[in-house]
């Protein structure tokens, strides 16, 4: 606290509400609590969403990416869904002991594979170590600059960036539209702004791909890369109508549909009833 209030006198409060967040000498035990939902507090609970929705996906989105990172680097395969479970119940109970809210780590996973530790193990341990540090050691630990802390985050994420991983999603005009309108919504509309942007361009080129899948035609073959579904459909038919114009008999091969739906499978029944069409399906 003496670090807090020397930067107070000298800089005054308002300059140094950064530092007073981040002091940990008066980190203590809290005792659990219950949030109260009642009418006076809705006010509040309503303010709080946007950020709530934000960090929520964010936590999402990191827990994601780092998993897959750390697969691709230690050729181990760990579902997603595993971290995103785990995270759904610790943001669960955590806010009762009044803790603020966790996702994957990119910094402490990739320091941990540097150092060539592999089991669970060690990031209990680790976890346990901090904590014991946190309320042992507050005092010490608030003469930190936080530049130094930010700069150590900053490099050890740094590391973890490899460009041979981005340089293919620029490849894909899309993906490349995406990526950088939600870089500039950072600065324009900020953090929650920039999630909401992203999400909502990410959702509409998922759905345009889906709607429209990627179709060859060759040799008298018509092949179908994509889903087989009610929102496809018009696409498709639309294609077989192009390649049903020279009037020669051609085959569609199935062999790459990655889902078909309900309306997808009475749409292949009726094609295969249809003794007029010239079509042969492939599967």
């Not at 050729?75 to 995103?84: A, F, N, P």
């Not at 002991?97 to 540097?114: D, K, V």
Request: charged fraction near 15%.
């Amino acid at each position: 606290m003496a670090w807090s209030e020397y930067l107070g006198n000298l800089y005054g409060l308002e300059n140094i509400l950064v530092e007073q967040t981040a002091d940990f000498s008066a980190i203590g035990f809290v005792f659990p609590s219950m949030p109260l939902f009642t009418q006076e507090a809705l006010p509040d609970i309503i303010a709080i969403m946007p950020g709530a929705v934000t960090l929520a996906m964010l936590g999402l989105f990191q827990t994601v990416a780092a998993m897959r990172r750390m697969n691709r680097k230690t050729g181990q395969h760990v579902e997603s869904t595993v971290g995103i479970g785990t995270d759904a119940v610790s943001n669960c109970v955590l806010p009762f002991l009044s803790a603020l809210p966790t996702c994957a780590s990119f910094n402490r996973m990739w320091l941990m594979y540097t150092m060539g530790t592999r089991t669970r193990f060690v990031a209990v341990s680790s976890a346990i170590f901090l904590l014991i540090l946190v309320l042992a050691f507050s005092d010490l630990i608030a003469i930190i600059p936080i530049p130094a802390m930010a700069a150590v985050i900053m490099i050890v994420g740094a590391n973890m960036i490899n460009w041979q991983d981005i340089r293919p999603h620029f490849s894909n005009w899309p993906e490349a539209i995406i990526f950088l309108t939600a870089f500039i919504s950072v600065h324009i509309f900020g953090l929650f702004g920039a999630v909401i942007v992203g999400s909502l361009l990410a959702l509409i080129h998922f759905k345009w791909s889906n709607i429209r899948p990627d179709i060859t035609f060759k040799e008298n073959v018509l092949t179908i890369y994509g889903s087989l579904y009610y929102g496809s459909l018009p696409y498709i038919e639309s294609a077989i109508t192009k390649a049903s114009e020279s009037g020669a008999k051609f085959e569609i091969d199935l062999r790459n549909i990655t889902y078909m739906d309900a309306e997808g499978e009475r749409w292949l029944r009726e094609m295969l009833q249809n003794k007029e069409n010239k079509i042969l399906l492939s599967q």
